[in-house]
């Protein structure tokens, strides 16, 4: 007799079959058998048992006889039944080794024929193009030389299938096909439609009748797909964020006092095209209550219950706000903590009245020991030294506890730059009741920073800057730097090395070098630039900081520069600059001198991060005093501030202010014109005097606000006479003794999506002027004109057209008229958004700002951008 199961011939397209949950199933073994069952053996010839008197495999390749017989219970001299061999054939199929199995019965002598499984060659995936390879290839459970089986491909697809949906693709199906090769061997392709992205057509709430349906949406992650929600991520499906909404939802009820909310049901239904989700809430608002009697009971000696009851922000007759409830939970907890008493538990007793629809609540602070620090632990830190982060701790062994000291620890480690946002200081339990072991998980980020800076100015054209920076030089927390930059007009380098803690003590060294070379110019308004005076100042400056409090700190400094500011040739006739072409302010700088300064800052910073603050306030007042040897002596003093709010919900505000003021110390200067007349001249130098303009202060060019002698050339009004012109002038910035600066600014959180990305928009209003310079002396000149018709020499014109000679033909020109703008300390405001991106080629930076206020000769600029990369 014969027992049998024949499997249907694999196919190269395994296109034959039944389609389940979008995947295109091969034909089952037999159209008879129920999935996942082996065929029943054909009927016995004598259902008497019989004795085994051989067994013989055949079909096999990779497997050896042996090993196919020990997947079944057939053994030669055993007796054996119809059931015996139906089972051999489940055990078999089982092994999931086997395409197709035959038992044949020859009087006892019984042949199994099998038909291996194949092997896989490779597999492939097509279609997929918003999923990587490598995003995919990680959900497949099959792999190269594995033996195929139909399971493992269903299992392969439904994981591939679920990770789409994970990404919102509801609509995503995958086509596997298995092509056949020789020696039994297959690849396997999955074919991968990924179909658009499901997003939220419709969010309905039943049940509402407190707050409306826009109300409510607003409370929620999801948004409803619109086409102004472009860049939002919040608009695909998501179940996990269906759950959050709910929670959402409870908690916004929750704080406005409706304490027996619930959600009945929260269904999301797929449209039958499967683009889109309606998601319909059925919610159940319930009474509104008001706080009753609030109180707090203390077990702990320390805590008197009847003074932290007086401290509490809620009151009874006011509504009820569950959220409130949960942060004087908190603040309670870390009242305890300031005293020492880390494991403190505060539990709060809800007394709820229905009638009166009150919650009473009664806050209590169980008993507990003071604790102390008996370990400081460091995990994550792969390149940074334990002792960096170590003595960021306000906290050390055998220290009491102190809940606010390690929130400082906290934000100090924050402030260095060197690790995540996520970083955490988990308070567990230590090796006694009265011991805590404080644990910091860190995980590093790149401290090396490669900036990359360009920008075009309507003054300098296209500007770029380079600097390569190492804020964690060889894990010790020391800084190394070393920047450059280049322009037409401008160009330096500079090193710098900042050690934080010197010889392992809490004080600051550091130093500089520098050369700076700078050509300035004017801008003329015919659309050409003109080179002033060059500027070259080669310098060192020694830095050193200490601590006075846990806020404060003082800093001090010695500067050393060499500055030689010459003019071109072009400037100067018979040997002596000539103020006619170069201007009087031009002549007054020229020279070689030598500034030594010593100098000191005073710093208070309570900001919680010092690159990206959230709150918290810093204030700098500097002074510097020139005149320890050298050739140049003055006081300059500047003080600048700031203050953080977090105004909720991811919004930070800030509010920054800065000024400054130079006194001279030098006796009045004068200088002699290259006619022989002596004027006095500004005590405070040009190159020593503050210039406002980007990038301090956006929607203005660089060296765009403050005083500035503009240059207007005369040109034949066509009648005979001579006019100025308003297309052929000279502006030249002459900077002032005392300056101001202020910003406002509010960072925009955005979806998540846009978090993942890196961008952090802002808008922002900038005021600020520089002023209190000496009125120079402007020049109003006529011009030069011809000796002869020779043309040989040249005389100053009498009057712009008008020539000493009597014949005015011989008149070239060159006549201007100069004006003097700017030196007022009335404010400058321009406002404007700016966006900060985290992109693929790193930090990424765009302004765009408009002068609202200004003063005539202020130079006024749209866009400004920098770009720059970690490492």
């Known amino acids: 007799m014969a027992r049998n199961r024949s499997a249907s011939t694999m196919t190269a397209a395994l296109l034959a079959g039944t389609m389940i949950g979008g995947i295109v199933l091969p034909a089952p073994l037999l159209a008879q058998t129920e999935p996942g069952t082996a065929p029943a053996a054909a009927p016995a010839v004598d259902p008497a048992a019989r004795t085994i008197r051989s067994i013989n495999v055949e079909g096999e390749q990779r497997l050896e006889a042996e090993t196919i017989l020990s997947y079944t219970k057939l053994r030669v001299g055993t007796t054996y039944t119809r059931e015996s061999l139906d089972s051999a054939l489940r055990d078999l199929y089982e092994t999931?080794?086997?395409?197709?199995?035959?038992?044949?019965?020859?009087?006892?002598?019984?042949t199994i024929t099998v038909k291996e499984n194949p092997v896989i060659n490779r597999i492939v995936l097509e279609g997929n193009k918003r999923?990587?390879?490598?995003?995919?290839?990680?959900?497949?459970?099959?792999?190269?030389?594995?033996?195929?089986?139909?399971?493992?491909?269903?299992?392969?697809?439904?994981?591939?299938?679920?990770?789409?949906?994970?990404?919102?693709?509801?609509?995503?199906?995958?086509?596997?096909?298995?092509?056949?090769?020789?020696?039994?061997?297959?690849?396997?392709i999955f074919e991968i439609t990924e179909g658009p992205k499901s997003k939220v057509r419709q969010i309905n709430i039943i049940g509402n009748d407190k707050f409306s349906d826009n109300k409510l949406r607003g409370e929620m992650a999801t948004k409803q797909s619109r086409w102004f929600r472009v860049f939002s991520s919040g608009t695909s499906y998501d179940p996990d964020?269906?759950?959050?909404?709910?929670?959402?939802?409870?908690?916004?009820?929750?704080?406005?006092?409706y304490a027996d909310f619930r959600v009945i049901s929260a269904v999301a239904e797929l449209t039958p095209d499967k683009q889109d989700f309606i998601i319909t809430y059925v919610v159940e608002e319930g009474d509104r209550y008001k706080f009753g009697d609030v109180a707090v009971q203390s077990e702990i000696r320390d805590l008197s219950g009847d003074r932290l009851t007086a401290m509490l922000p809620m009151h009874k007759g006011e509504w009820y706000n569950a959220k409130l409830v949960e942060d004087t939970v908190d603040q309670l907890s870390e009242t305890a903590g300031l005293f020492g008493y880390a494991f403190a538990n505060v539990e709060p007793d809800f007394k709820r009245d229905k009638d009166t629809l009150t919650m009473g609540i009664d806050f209590r602070i169980a008993n507990a020991p003071r604790v102390y620090v008996e370990r400081?632990?460091?995990?994550?830190?792969?390149?940074?030294?334990?002792?960096?982060?170590?003595?960021?701790?306000?906290?050390?062994?055998?220290?009491?506890?102190?809940?606010?000291?390690?929130?400082?620890?906290?934000?100090?480690?924050?402030?260095?730059?060197?690790f995540q946002d996520r970083l955490d200081v988990e308070q567990k339990p230590g090796s006694a009741p009265d011991r805590i072991v404080l644990e910091t998980n860190v995980e590093e980020k790149s401290t090396g920073e490669l900036s990359l800076s360009a920008g075009f100015s309507s003054l300098e054209r296209f500007i770029f800057s380079a600097s390569v920076t190492q804020r964690n030089f060889r894990g010790m927390g020391q800084e190394l730097r070393l920047s450059g930059s280049y322009s037409s007009y401008s160009k330096s380098v500079e090193l710098g090395f900042t050690e934080p803690y010197l010889l392992d003590k809490n004080i600051a060294l550091g130093g500089d070098l520098y050369r700076r070379d700078l050509n300035a110019f004017n801008?003329?308004?015919?659309?050409?630039?003109?080179?002033?005076?060059?500027?070259?100042?080669?310098g060192f400056q020694i830095r050193a900081g200490v601590p006075l409090t846990e806020y404060s700190s003082l800093a001090l400094r010695y500067t050393l520069?060499?500055?030689?500011?010459?003019?071109?040739?072009?400037?100067?006739?018979?040997?002596?600059?000539?103020?006619?072409l170069a201007g009087r302010y031009l002549c007054d700088a020229i020279g070689k001198r030598t500034t030594s300064s010593v100098g000191y800052s005073f710093i208070w910073d309570t900001r919680d991060n010092r690159i990206r603050p959230t709150r918290g306030s810093n204030f700098t007042f500097s002074q510097d005093f020139a005149g320890l040897g050298g050739s140049v002596k003055y006081v300059k003093s500047r003080a600048s501030a700031g203050k953080w709010f977090s105004l909720g919900s991811g919004f930070i505000f800030s509010l920054r202010g800065e000024g400054g003021y130079i006194f001279s110390l030098e006796n009045q200067r004068y200088n002699t014109d290259i006619d022989g007349n002596s004027y006095?001249?500004?005590?405070?130098?040009?190159?020593?005097?503050?210039?406002?303009?980007?990038?301090?202060?956006?929607?203005?060019d660089i060296r765009g606000v403050g005083p500035r002698v503009v240059r207007y050339y005369l040109t034949s009004d066509g009648n005979g006479g001579y006019t100025r012109s308003n297309s052929q002038t000279a502006d030249d910035a002459l900077g002032g003794k005392i300056y101001y600066l202020a910003h406002a600014e509010v960072e925009i959180p955005l979806g998540s999506g846009a978090r993942e990305m890196g961008l952090r928009p802002s808008v922002f209003v900038d005021a600020g002027a520089v002023a209190g310079l000496k009125k120079p002396q402007t020049t109003n000149?006529?011009?030069?004109?011809?000796?002869?018709?020779?043309?040989?020499?040249?005389?100053?014109?009498?009057?712009?057209?008008?020539?000493?000679?009597?014949?005015?033909?011989?008149?070239?020109?060159?006549?201007?008229?100069?004006?003097?703008?700017?030196?007022?300390?009335?404010?400058?405001?321009?406002?404007?958004?700016?966006v900060n991106w985290n992109s693929p080629f790193g930090p990424f930076r765009i302004d765009i700002a408009k002068a609202l206020l200004k003063e005539k000769g202020d130079d006024d600029k749209l866009i400004t951008f920098n770009i720059g990369t970690q490492f």
């Open 131 to 188: 999923l990587k390879d490598d995003k995919i290839r990680p959900e497949i459970r099959m792999a190269p030389r594995q033996i195929y089986t139909r399971s493992k491909v269903r299992a392969d697809v439904a994981r591939i299938i679920e990770l789409y949906r994970r990404q919102g693709r509801f609509a995503a199906a995958v086509e596997p096909k298995m092509v056949q090769l020789d020696q039994n061997r297959v690849d396997i």
């Open 781 to 834: 000149y006529a011009g030069y004109c011809y000796k002869d018709s020779n043309q040989t020499s040249t005389e100053t014109a009498t009057s712009p057209g008008v020539c000493p000679s009597g014949d005015n033909t011989l008149y070239v020109g060159g006549g201007y008229e100069e004006e003097y703008y700017g030196n007022t300390l009335k404010p400058r405001v321009s406002v404007g958004f700016g």
């Open 680 to 700: 006095a001249v500004d005590k405070v130098r040009l190159t020593d005097r503050f210039f406002l303009g980007e990038p301090q202060m956006r929607g203005f």
């Open 376 to 418: 400081v632990d460091v995990n994550g830190n792969t390149l940074t030294k334990d002792k960096v982060v170590r003595r960021e701790f306000r906290l050390a062994e055998g220290d009491a506890f102190n809940s606010f000291q390690v929130k400082r620890s906290k934000d100090r480690i924050n402030s260095l730059g060197f």
């Open 96 to 110: 999931e080794l086997f395409a197709d199995v035959q038992i044949r019965d020859n009087e006892g002598a019984l």
């Open 241 to 257: 964020r269906l759950a959050y909404d709910q929670q959402k939802l409870r908690q916004f009820y929750l704080t406005e006092g």
């Open 561 to 580: 520069n060499f500055d030689d500011v010459g003019l071109s040739n072009d400037y100067y006739t018979n040997g002596v600059c000539d103020y006619r």
């Open 523 to 538: 801008y003329l308004n015919n659309g050409s630039r003109n080179t002033t005076y060059q500027q070259t100042t080669t």
